[in-house]
């Protein structure tokens, strides 16, 4: 099992930045896929970024693509969500995940995710 810990979710004007990170525990962190979802306000949990095992595979939302930046240290058990130029359309609560899922064709699904961290609010104001 892993147990997730998101933090650095805030309160921010349009065109700032915030750097999330999820804390893992556990030896096997580099055993999981790590995702990043979002939930906003009366929305269904969408898909971010996912990073592959190595860090080698990255994928991102249309809507994130050339702004947020996913990274993983398997060293410190961390997966980082570097967010750039956002927009008041990025406010949602920002889940963390892991899952152990080898099909690729998953990983931008929530139900592919075994574990879920307790999320983080980021807003954007406009």
């Known amino acids: 099992q892993v147990q997730l810990v998101e933090s650095g979710g805030g309160l921010v004007q349009a065109g700032d930045s915030l750097r999330l990170s999820c804390a893992a525990s556990?030896?096997?962190?580099?055993?999981?896929?790590m995702g990043w979802f979002r939930q906003a306000p009366g929305k269904e949990r969408e898909f971010v970024a996912f990073i592959s095992w190595s860090g080698s595979v990255t994928y991102y939302a249309d809507s994130v693509k050339g702004r947020f930046t996913i990274s993983r240290d398997n060293a410190k058990n961390t997966v980082t969500l570097q967010m750039n130029s956002l927009k008041p359309e990025d406010t949602a609560v920002y889940y963390c995940?892991?899952?152990?899922?080898?099909?690729?064709?998953?990983?931008?699904?929530?139900?592919?995710?075994?574990?879920w961290g307790q999320g983080t609010q980021v807003t954007v104001s406009s």
């Open positions: 556990g030896r096997t962190f580099s055993s999981y896929v």
């Open positions: 995940a892991a899952t152990l899922s080898t099909y690729r064709s998953t990983w931008q699904s929530t139900v592919t995710y075994e574990y």
